[in-house]
C-alpha cells in the first residue's frame, strides 16, 4: 500500500517505497548486516526480490534483465564483501553502457572511515565505473537520492550508479516525501540532436559512393532498430553490426555485411577500410573494431552520432559530429534524406557482396568424429525459435555465436563487450529469462566461464528459471590458447582446464536441481538438442564435447591494421582484387 506524503517511516520504508515509485518490479540480492534493515520492508513489498548465490550473480542477473526489458536493473547488497562483489557487474554495466542501480548497505555513518567491520570504501572503489553514485547518511535523503539515480542510470548514455546507504540512515525515521523535482544542475544530457548537423551528415550520404553505416550497441540501447531499418531501405546504404549491436539490423538482408573487428567477417571489416565515408551510430570506435587506429579507414569522412559527447572524436577524428538520442538522429537523417537523391553505390554493394559471398566464417572439420564447436552453435540455433535469446559468456564460443547464430532480432543477443567478463553468461541468462518468461533463453557458454558463476543454477532452479545453458568444452581457457598457438609457439602455459575428467558437468548440474545431459557426436547432438527445446519447466544444461584446437576465424592481430586481417592461419583475403 503507497504511503502518505508525510508519513513518519524508516529509512528502509522509504528505501522500498522509494524503489516502487520508480517502477521497479525485481530485484537481485543477497542480504547481509548493514542493509539488513532494508530486507524487512521487502518482504512485504510488491517487488519481487531474487536471493543469488553470489553478489556478482546479482549483478550480471540485473543487467541481463535490463538489456532484455529496457528497464533499469536493480542489485543489492551489504557492505564490505557484498559490495566488492558487485564491482565487475558495475564496470561491465558501465564498459556496454547498461542501465542500473546498485544499492549497497554502509556501517553506521558515525563508524565510516574508521575501518569498522565489513567496511570499504565502495564509492570510492567504484568512482571511475560508475555514472553516478551517492553515499547516503541521512534518512531523508533516500527519496532524492532513488529517484535521481534512476534517472541517471536510464537516461543520456545509460550506465550504473551506486547508492550506498548507511544503515543507520536506514534504521532512523524521517516524514517521507517523495520529491516533484531532481536537483542535477550538472546533468543535462543532448537528446534533440542539432538540426544543422543532420542535414549536414545528409548532404555528405547523398553525395558519397562507398558509404557504411556502422552500427553500434547504442542503437540496441536506444531501440532504434525500425528507423535504423527506414534509413537502409532510403538509402541502400550496407550496414555493419559492432558485438554489442548484432541482431539491431537483420542478418538475413542482403545489405547486412556482418560484424567488424578483431573477429568481424572480412566484408565488414572490408567495409570499414575501403569506404569513403563511415556513418558511425551510437557506436565508440573501440580498439576491437579499429585495430591499428593510424590506418583504420584511411579513405573515409567520418559522421559520428552519439549521446555522448565525450565520445566523438576520442578515438577517430570526426568530420561531422553528432550529439544526440542515437534514435532521434536516425529518424532525423531519415526525414532529410527524404530531399536527396540516393548515392549511386551498386558498384560499392556488388563488391561488398562479394567478399561476403567469398569469405564467409566457416569452420574445418573436426577430427576423428568429434564435434565442432561452430558447428554445435550453429545447429542450436537452427533449432532453437525464432524468438530465442541468445546469451554468451567471454571468449572463443562468444565470436562463434556472434557468426554462427541467426542474429534477427534486436535485442536478443547478450554478452560482454567492453569488459569481455568471463563468467556473465549464466547469471545474465537468469536475468534476461525474468524479464521474458515466455521467450527461451539459450545461454552458450564456454567450460572456463561457466565454471566461475554457475552457482546461480540453483537460484534458477529455486524460483523455477528455466533457462537453457550449452557448455561447450574443449577442455581449455579457448581463446588464451589460441593466442599461445599463434604467438607463443604453442608454449601452453596454464590454459588446460582438465575438464575432460573435472568436474562432470552433468553431475554438476543435476546436483544444483538441473536436467542435464552430454553429447560428443553429431548423433549424440541431434538426440540431445531434440530433447532439450522440450523441457521448459526446469533449468537445463547441456555440456558438447568439442575439439580443443579449434580457432576463430577470421581474425586481425592486435595492434595491427585491419587491412592484416587473416580468414586462415595463413591466409589473407585478397584485397587487391577487390579495390575498386
Given at each position: 500500500m503507497a504511503k502518505q506524503d508525510g508519513e513518519l517511516?524508516?529509512?528502509?520504508?522509504?528505501?522500498?517505497?522509494?524503489?516502487?515509485?520508480?517502477?521497479?518490479?525485481?530485484?537481485?540480492?543477497?542480504?547481509?548486516?548493514?542493509?539488513l534493515p532494508a530486507y524487512d520492508p521487502l518482504f512485504d513489498s510488491t517487488i519481487r526480490h531474487i536471493l543469488t548465490r553470489h553478489e556478482q550473480g546479482a549483478g550480471h542477473a540485473a543487467e541481463g534483465y535490463a538489456l532484455v526489458s529496457g528497464k533499469v536493473g536493480v542489485c543489492i547488497a551489504t557492505s564490505g564483501p557484498g559490495a566488492t562483489n558487485l564491482v565487475t557487474p558495475i564496470a561491465n554495466a558501465y564498459m556496454d553502457s547498461t542501465p542500473l542501480v546498485a544499492i549497497t548497505g554502509q556501517v553506521n555513518s558515525g563508524a565510516i572511515g574508521t575501518d569498522a567491520f565489513q567496511e570499504a570504501d565502495i564509492r570510492g572503489i567504484t568512482m571511475p565505473i560508475t555514472k553516478h553514485s551517492f553515499l547516503i547518511k541521512r534518512t531523508e535523503d533516500i527519496p532524492l537520492a532513488i529517484k535521481e539515480a534512476f534517472h541517471i542510470a536510464g537516461t543520456g548514455r545509460k550506465g550504473p550508479v551506486l547508492v550506498d546507504i548507511a544503515k543507520d540512515a536506514l534504521a532512523g525515521t524521517a516524514p517521507f516525501h517523495w520529491p516533484d523535482e531532481m536537483e542535477l544542475p550538472g546533468y543535462r544530457p543532448t537528446l534533440e540532436p542539432h538540426a544543422r548537423q543532420v542535414r549536414a551528415a545528409a548532404k555528405l550520404i547523398a553525395e558519397s559512393r562507398r558509404p557504411v553505416l556502422y552500427v553500434g550497441g547504442g542503437v540496441a540501447g536506444a531501440r532504434a532498430h525500425r528507423e535504423l531499418a527506414e534509413l537502409v531501405e532510403l538509402t541502400g546504404i550496407p550496414v555493419v553490426t559492432t558485438l554489442m549491436a548484432r541482431g539491431v539490423f537483420p542478418d538475413s538482408h542482403e545489405l547486412h555485411m556482418g560484424m567488424p573487428g578483431m573477429h568481424g567477417t572480412v566484408a565488414a571489416v572490408g567495409a570499414l577500410q575501403k569506404a569513403d565515408l563511415l556513418v558511425a551510430l551510437g557506436t565508440r570506435f573501440d580498439d576491437r573494431v579499429t585495430g591499428l587506429v593510424s590506418s583504420f579507414a584511411p579513405e573515409a569522412k567520418v559522421i559520428h552520432a552519439d549521446v555522448d559527447p565525450a565520445e566523438i572524436g576520442k578515438n577517430v577524428p570526426v568530420d561531422i559530429p553528432i550529439v544526440g538520442d542515437v534514435k532521434a538522429t536516425i529518424a532525423g537523417l531519415v526525414a532529410q534524406f527524404r530531399k536527396h537523391e540516393a548515392p549511386d553505390v551498386d558498384a560499392w554493394v556488388a563488391m561488398l557482396s562479394t567478399m561476403k559471398e567469398r569469405y564467409q566464417p566457416r569452420w574445418d572439420e573436426a577430427p576423428d568424429g568429434q564435434l565442432s564447436p561452430q558447428e554445435v552453435i550453429q545447429r542450436l540455433g537452427e533449432l532453437a525459435p525464432a524468438d530465442t535469446i541468445f546469451v554468451t559468456g567471454v571468449g572463443q564460443h562468444q565470436m562463434w555465436a556472434a557468426h554462427?547464430?541467426?542474429?534477427?532480432?534486436?535485442?536478443?543477443?547478450?554478452?560482454?563487450?567492453?569488459?569481455?567478463?568471463?563468467?556473465?553468461?549464466?547469471?545474465?541468462?537468469?536475468?534476461?529469462?525474468?524479464?521474458?518468461?515466455?521467450?527461451?533463453?539459450?545461454?552458450?557458454?564456454?567450460?572456463?566461464?561457466?565454471?566461475?558463476?554457475?552457482?546461480?543454477?540453483?537460484?534458477?532452479?529455486?524460483?523455477?528459471?528455466?533457462?537453457?545453458?550449452?557448455?561447450?568444452?574443449?577442455n581449455v581457457l579457448g581463446m588464451v590458447r589460441q593466442w599461445q598457438s599463434l604467438f607463443y609457439e604453442g608454449r601452453y602455459s596454464n590454459t588446460d582446464l582438465n575438464t575432460d575428467s573435472w568436474?562432470?558437468?552433468?553431475?554438476?548440474?543435476?546436483?544444483?536441481?538441473?536436467?542435464?545431459?552430454?553429447?560428443?557426436?553429431?548423433?549424440?547432438?541431434?538426440?540431445?538438442?531434440?530433447?532439450?527445446?522440450?523441457?521448459?519447466?526446469?533449468?537445463?544444461?547441456?555440456?558438447?564435447?568439442?575439439?580443443?584446437?579449434?580457432?576463430?576465424?577470421?581474425?586481425?592481430?592486435?595492434?595491427?591494421?585491419?587491412?592484416?586481417?587473416?580468414?586462415?592461419?595463413?591466409?589473407?583475403?585478397?584485397?587487391?582484387?577487390e579495390v575498386l
Amino acid at each position: 500500500m503507497a504511503k502518505q506524503d508525510g508519513e513518519l517511516l524508516t529509512g528502509a520504508q522509504a528505501l522500498v517505497e522509494s524503489l516502487e515509485r520508480v517502477g521497479v518490479e525485481v530485484a537481485f540480492g543477497i542480504p547481509g548486516g548493514a542493509i539488513l534493515p532494508a530486507y524487512d520492508p521487502l518482504f512485504d513489498s510488491t517487488i519481487r526480490h531474487i536471493l543469488t548465490r553470489h553478489e556478482q550473480g546479482a549483478g550480471h542477473a540485473a543487467e541481463g534483465y535490463a538489456l532484455v526489458s529496457g528497464k533499469v536493473g536493480v542489485c543489492i547488497a551489504t557492505s564490505g564483501p557484498g559490495a566488492t562483489n558487485l564491482v565487475t557487474p558495475i564496470a561491465n554495466a558501465y564498459m556496454d553502457s547498461t542501465p542500473l542501480v546498485a544499492i549497497t548497505g554502509q556501517v553506521n555513518s558515525g563508524a565510516i572511515g574508521t575501518d569498522a567491520f565489513q567496511e570499504a570504501d565502495i564509492r570510492g572503489i567504484t568512482m571511475p565505473i560508475t555514472k553516478h553514485s551517492f553515499l547516503i547518511k541521512r534518512t531523508e535523503d533516500i527519496p532524492l537520492a532513488i529517484k535521481e539515480a534512476f534517472h541517471i542510470a536510464g537516461t543520456g548514455r545509460k550506465g550504473p550508479v551506486l547508492v550506498d546507504i548507511a544503515k543507520d540512515a536506514l534504521a532512523g525515521t524521517a516524514p517521507f516525501h517523495w520529491p516533484d523535482e531532481m536537483e542535477l544542475p550538472g546533468y543535462r544530457p543532448t537528446l534533440e540532436p542539432h538540426a544543422r548537423q543532420v542535414r549536414a551528415a545528409a548532404k555528405l550520404i547523398a553525395e558519397s559512393r562507398r558509404p557504411v553505416l556502422y552500427v553500434g550497441g547504442g542503437v540496441a540501447g536506444a531501440r532504434a532498430h525500425r528507423e535504423l531499418a527506414e534509413l537502409v531501405e532510403l538509402t541502400g546504404i550496407p550496414v555493419v553490426t559492432t558485438l554489442m549491436a548484432r541482431g539491431v539490423f537483420p542478418d538475413s538482408h542482403e545489405l547486412h555485411m556482418g560484424m567488424p573487428g578483431m573477429h568481424g567477417t572480412v566484408a565488414a571489416v572490408g567495409a570499414l577500410q575501403k569506404a569513403d565515408l563511415l556513418v558511425a551510430l551510437g557506436t565508440r570506435f573501440d580498439d576491437r573494431v579499429t585495430g591499428l587506429v593510424s590506418s583504420f579507414a584511411p579513405e573515409a569522412k567520418v559522421i559520428h552520432a552519439d549521446v555522448d559527447p565525450a565520445e566523438i572524436g576520442k578515438n577517430v577524428p570526426v568530420d561531422i559530429p553528432i550529439v544526440g538520442d542515437v534514435k532521434a538522429t536516425i529518424a532525423g537523417l531519415v526525414a532529410q534524406f527524404r530531399k536527396h537523391e540516393a548515392p549511386d553505390v551498386d558498384a560499392w554493394v556488388a563488391m561488398l557482396s562479394t567478399m561476403k559471398e567469398r569469405y564467409q566464417p566457416r569452420w574445418d572439420e573436426a577430427p576423428d568424429g568429434q564435434l565442432s564447436p561452430q558447428e554445435v552453435i550453429q545447429r542450436l540455433g537452427e533449432l532453437a525459435p525464432a524468438d530465442t535469446i541468445f546469451v554468451t559468456g567471454v571468449g572463443q564460443h562468444q565470436m562463434w555465436a556472434a557468426h554462427f547464430l541467426p542474429h534477427e532480432t534486436p535485442n536478443s543477443f547478450l554478452n560482454s563487450g567492453g569488459a569481455g567478463t568471463m563468467g556473465f553468461c549464466v547469471p545474465a541468462a537468469m536475468g534476461a529469462k525474468v524479464a521474458n518468461p515466455d521467450r527461451m533463453v539459450w545461454g552458450i557458454d564456454g567450460d572456463g566461464c561457466f565454471q566461475m558463476t554457475n552457482q546461480e543454477l540453483v537460484t534458477c532452479t529455486v524460483n523455477q528459471i528455466p533457462v537453457k545453458i550449452a557448455v561447450i568444452n574443449n577442455n581449455v581457457l579457448g581463446m588464451v590458447r589460441q593466442w599461445q598457438s599463434l604467438f607463443y609457439e604453442g608454449r601452453y602455459s596454464n590454459t588446460d582446464l582438465n575438464t575432460d575428467s573435472w568436474p562432470n558437468f552433468p553431475m554438476l548440474a543435476e546436483a544444483m536441481g538441473c536436467a542435464a545431459f552430454r553429447a560428443t557426436n553429431e548423433e549424440e547432438m541431434e538426440d540431445v538438442l531434440a530433447k532439450v527445446m522440450q523441457i521448459n519447466d526446469r533449468p537445463v544444461v547441456v555440456e558438447f564435447v568439442v575439439h580443443k584446437d579449434a580457432m576463430v576465424w577470421p581474425m586481425v592481430p592486435a595492434g595491427v591494421s585491419n587491412d592484416e586481417i587473416k580468414v586462415a592461419r595463413d591466409m589473407a583475403p585478397e584485397w587487391e582484387e577487390e579495390v575498386l
